[in-house]
């Protein structure tokens, strides 16, 4: 952060979101990981022989199947897209949204290993 001095608050919520993804991740993230990979074995084979593409196939499966909603504090009243949002009020993000996304992913239900 700009060389300002973290407050407690923001150290402690920093520990708390590292434990709570690091959890999701092996609770969640894994095994839905390693069951797709097992269900196509194309896919499978083409990782095995490019382990180059491995980051970029993790961060696909992390979009197809995410495991952490993001909940944010609103900090101020504010009206978007016609809904009414409250100060304190808290809004949660699901990723599995965006990562269903047509907008965004053109196949969202695929996941491309091309």
């Known amino acids: ?18 434990l709570l993804v690091g959890r999701g991740t092996i609770v969640n993230f894994l095994p839905l ?7 196509h074995p194309r896919d499978f084979a083409q990782l095995s022989a490019n382990p180059q593409k491995i980051p970029q196939q993790v961060a696909k499966m992390l979009r197809h199947f995410p495991v952490v909603a993001q909940a944010r504090l609103v900090t101020k009243d504010l009206l978007r897209d016609d809904v009414e949002l409250k100060s304190r009020d808290m809004v949660l993000a699901p990723l599995t949204l965006y990562g269903v996304n047509e907008r965004v992913n053109p196949d969202p239900m695929h996941l491309n290993f091309t």
């Open 33 to 39: 990981a390693m069951e797709y990979l097992a269900r």
């Open 1 to 18: 952060m700009n060389g300002a001095q973290l407050t407690d608050y923001e150290v402690f919520a920093m520990i708390a979101l590292v």
